[in-house]
């Protein structure tokens, strides 16, 4: 695994690529990371709602505000 030298590396390495994104109030996203900018502002795209682990409802192309995210993981 190549090392990363900035935050923003990683999610270079994420994108196109199946990750989790977990947000302050607790919710969870999965679906491809199609773009985000320097505030980690993300776009995903075939995304769906987790909760509890289990799909909640899908929902295709999402935007979520990056001070809203907590975390984000390969999936």
Known sequence: MAQNK???DALNQ???????V????GRQYVGNL??????I???LE???EREDGK????????????DTITII???
């Open 55 to 66: 799909t909640k409802r899908k929902l295709g192309v999402v935007f979520i505000r990056g």
């Open 73 to 75: 993981s390969p999936a």
């Open 6 to 8: 900035r935050p923003l």
């Open 41 to 43: 502002n993300a776009v």
């Open 14 to 20: 994420a994108r196109n690529k199946r990750v989790i």
């Open 34 to 39: 199609i773009s985000f900018d320097i505030h």
């Open 46 to 48: 075939d995304a769906e």
């Open 22 to 25: 977990e947000q302050k109030n």
